[in-house]
Nanobody, 123 residues
Framework: QVQFVESGGGLVQPGGSLRLSCAASAITLDYYAIGWFRQAPGKEREGVSCISSSDGSTTYADSVKGRFTISRDNAKNTVYLQMNSLKPEDTAVYYC????????????????WGQGTQVTVSS
């Protein structure tokens, strides 16, 4: 059974940093592109970043470019999202999922969503 477990969220001050982790079971992440998504209160889910399975190429939403970095550690079967210079508008529940990395952002497939991890940026 495919399962994703997101962790690393929490409460942070504006300008602070967090590192989110996406750990997978029942699949080997080497073979999959992984996307990070977020859903803020009252808003629809949006794609944040994506990392490919082959060459490790990455994409970012314009709103997070230059502040967030996605990476993967295949030995740990884990994908990370390093978030720096956090803003209140980054507040959301963050999810990871197997995805296609398109030019318009990640497109999740398979309906294998994790439980999400809450990120709250507030003074």
């Amino acid at each position: 059974q495919v399962q994703f477990v997101e962790s690393g969220g929490g409460l942070v001050q504006p300008g602070g940093s967090l590192r989110l982790s996406c750990a997978a079971s029942a699949i080997t992440l080497d073979y999959y592109a992984i996307g990070w998504f977020r859903q803020a209160p009252g808003k629809e889910r949006e794609g944040v970043s994506c990392i490919s399975s082959s060459d490790g190429s990455t994409t970012y939403a314009d709103s997070v470019k230059g502040r967030f970095t996605i990476s993967r550690d295949n030995a740990k079967n884990t994908v990370y999202l390093q978030m720096n210079s956090l803003k209140p508008e980054d507040t959301a529940v963050y999810y990871c999922a197997a995805s296609y990395c398109s030019g318009a952002g990640p497109l999740a497939y398979g309906n294998y969503w994790g439980q999400g991890t809450q990120v709250t940026v507030s003074s």
